[in-house]
C-alpha cells in the first residue's frame, strides 16, 4: 500500500496555484478544503459517471481509485500550506524514500523525532467510528455519489468547526491564555485551574478538549498521546504539558460538578496541541489541517466501503412547518 502511494503522491500545479491564489491570511484548513476540492477536476469516480458506462457494482474501485490518490497527495498539501503560512514559502521536494509521517515531517523541515509524532497523530486522528461530523459528512455527501474529492473538502468544512477538530486549537488557545491571565510569575496550581474552569464556565462557554458525543471514559487516543509525552525525556517535564496533566486531573470534578457534560473526561483534542507545540510547531491554526490529513485515512475507506456495499442516498428525517411552530411554541432545546 504504502508503495502503491508512492506512484500517486506528485501533487498538479493547479492545487497549488489555487491555494497561493488565496488570502495569505485565510485560515489553513480553507486552504486544505479548497486545494482538495480543486483535485476534482481529475477525479476518475466523476470521469467513470460520466463515461456512459457507469455500473453500481464496480463503482467502488473508482471511489478506491480517487481516495487513494486523495491519501497519497494529503500530507503533501498540508506541508505545502504549512511552508507557506508560516515559513516564508519555502517549500522542499518529496523525498520519496520516506512513508506518509515521515515525508511530512521532512517537508516542513522537521526533526527526526518529529517524524515519529507525525506517524502518531495522523495513525490516531483517523476515523474512529463514521459518526462523528467530518467523517459522517464525508459519507452524506458521497451518497449523492459526488465523488472522493466532493465529499472529503465538505467533511473538512465540518472538520473545522470548534466543537469539532477545531478543538484542538481552542485547547492550546485555552492553555496559553490561562498562562498569561493566572500565571504570570507564579506557579500553575489546581486552585488556579479550578478557578480558570469555572470561569470559562460561567461565561457559557465550553471546556475545550473535555466531554464527546459518544464515549464516557478518558478517549484511548488522549492517553496515548499522554503516555507517548511521559516517556519522551524532556516533554513529560515540559511546563505546558505539566499544565495540561494538572486539568486533567481537575477539569473531570468541575465539569461533574458543573452538570451538563454527559462525559467530563478528556478527549484527542485535550492533548495533541501540546506536543505539536513541543516539536516546534507553534502555529496552532494548523492543528486541525494534521487533523484532517490523518482522518482522511478513515473517511476513504469508509466511503469505498459505502459503494462496495451499494449503500443508498441518505435523507435524514423531514420534519412539517406545523412540526417547526409547535416546537418553537414549546420554547425549542432548552439551553440553560
Ligand atoms: C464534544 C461535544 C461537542 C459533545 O457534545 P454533546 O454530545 O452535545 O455532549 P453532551 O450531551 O455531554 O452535552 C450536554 C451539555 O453539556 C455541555 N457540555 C459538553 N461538554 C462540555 C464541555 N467540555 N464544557 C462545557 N459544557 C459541556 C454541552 O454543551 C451541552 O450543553 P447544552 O445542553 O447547554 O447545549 C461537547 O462535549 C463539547 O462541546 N466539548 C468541547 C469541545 C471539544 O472538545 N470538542 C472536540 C470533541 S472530540
New binding site residues.
Given amino acids: 500500500m504504502v508503495a502503491e502511494w508512492k506512484t500517486r503522491q506528485q501533487v498538479p500545479q493547479y492545487v497549488f496555484d489555487a491555494i497561493r491564489a488565496l488570502p495569505r491570511d485565510s485560515h489553513p484548513m480553507v486552504m486544505l478544503s479548497v486545494a482538495l476540492l480543486s483535485l476534482q477536476k481529475d477525479s476518475k469516480f466523476a470521469a467513470f459517471y460520466n463515461s456512459g458506462k457507469f455500473n453500481k457494482m464496480t463503482a467502488w474501485e473508482y471511489v478506491y481509485e480517487d481516495a487513494s490518490d486523495l491519501v497519497a497527495r494529503i500530507a503533501v498539501i498540508a506541508a505545502f500550506i504549512y511552508n507557506l503560512k508560516y515559513r516564508g514559502d519555502k517549500q522542499t521536494d518529496i523525498d520519496p524514500k520516506l512513508d506518509m509521517g515521515a515525508n511530512f515531517a521532512h517537508m516542513i523541515g522537521q526533526s527526526e523525532q518529529y517524524k515519529d509524532v507525525a506517524r502518531m497523530y495522523f495513525i490516531l486522528h483517523s476515523d474512529h467510528e463514521s459518526g462523528n461530523v467530518s467523517a459522517h459528512t464525508t459519507h452524506l455527501v458521497h451518497s449523492a455519489l459526488s465523488d472522493p474529492y466532493y465529499a472529503y473538502s465538505a467533511g473538512l468544512n465540518g472538520l473545522a468547526g ?3 477538530g477545531l ?1 484542538n486549537q ?1 485547547v492550546l488557545d485555552w492553555t496559553l491564555k490561562f498562562q498569561e491571565k493566572y500565571c504570570k510569575g507564579v506557579e500553575p496550581t489546581k486552585e488556579l485551574v479550578t478557578k480558570a474552569l469555572w470561569d470559562t ?1 460561567n461565561a457559557g462557554q ?8 459518544v464515549l464516557r471514559k478518558t478517549d484511548p487516543r488522549y492517553m496515548s498521546q499522554r503516555e507517548f509525552c511521559l516517556k519522551t525525556p524532556g516533554l513529560k517535564d515540559d511546563p505546558l504539558f505539566k499544565l495540561v496533566a494538572m486539568i486533567f486531573e481537575t477539569a473531570p470534578g468541575v ?1 461533574t460538578e ?1 452538570g ?4 467530563p473526561w478528556p ?3 485535550a492533548q495533541s496541541g501540546v506536543i505539536q507545540w513541543y516539536y516546534g510547531l507553534r502555529e496552532w491554526d494548523f492543528y486541525t489541517v494534521l487533523f484532517g490529513v490523518g482522518r482522511a485515512l478513515g473517511c476513504m475507506a469508509n466511503i469505498t466501503w459505502d459503494r462496495g456495499l451499494g449503500y443508498a442516498i441518505e435523507r435524514p428525517k423531514s420534519v412539517t412547518t406545523p412540526m417547526l411552530e409547535k416546537w418553537a411554541a414549546e420554547g425549542g432545546r432548552k ?1 440553560a
Avoid at 206 to 213: E, I, S, T
Avoid at 260 to 263: F, I, L, M, Q, R
Fill in positions: 470548534p466543537l469539532h478543538a481552542e464556565l465550553v471546556v475545550p478538549g473535555y466531554g464527546h458525543a465539569l458543573h451538563k457534560a454527559k462525559n478527549n484527542v483534542d439551553l
